[in-house]
């Protein structure tokens, strides 16, 4: 049982760069979302999806973007990295808004990402 | 907007005593979710208990039970018998039919030997 899996798990980026964050899902779920937490900030919703080929902005959306081309997966893209944007970030995904009796949503285990 | 407060941001207490941690929200939703998360050392997201605005009955499992006021959206968990393993971060969050789950701040609690 896979769940929800995310890559990478750690990176060192220096200020300008480019990546993608990768999450997936197999559970067949709808809605998607990638979160970052920041110390004594909890976890703000950056964007999310709500089926394959929409996107929404969240909380903090900026610095951001996003893309669902297939159901099972959820990339978060920074063009132009910053050290503001070091992070842990979580993506979750879940069947519906008000989700599963045990599960609302279901998180990786985040992605560790610092920008120098 | 629903927001979510957390007002303390840091907890301790003494293994096998009881801790009870606050959480108020702010919405104009009639029917809405509630949550507590438990986030380790670990990092990984660990749901501890929900509630559905629209049952009276507060939610316990096992150790951990919330006394949950509609009325002063209020929204605290109580924690018995306190383990070493329950020092983690704990989240309170809310969520609607309308929108994904919005985070308090979170609590970080210690429990001492």
Redesign the interface.
Known sequence: NAGVTQTPKFRVLKTGQSMTLLCAQDMNHEYMYWYRQDPGMGLRLIHYSVGEGTTAKGEVPDGYNVSRLKKQNFLLGLESAAPSQTSVYFCASSYSFPGERDQPQHFGDGTRLSIL | AQTVT?SQ?EMSVQEAETVTLSCTYDTSESNY?L?WYKQPP????I?VI?QEAYKQQNATENRFSVNFQKAAKSFSLKISDSQLGDTAMY?C?F????????????TRLSVIA
């Open positions: 957390q941001p979710y949550f670990s990092r990984q997201m749901l929900r989240f969050a969520l609607s039919g309308n929108t994904p789950l919005v985070f308090g701040k979170g």
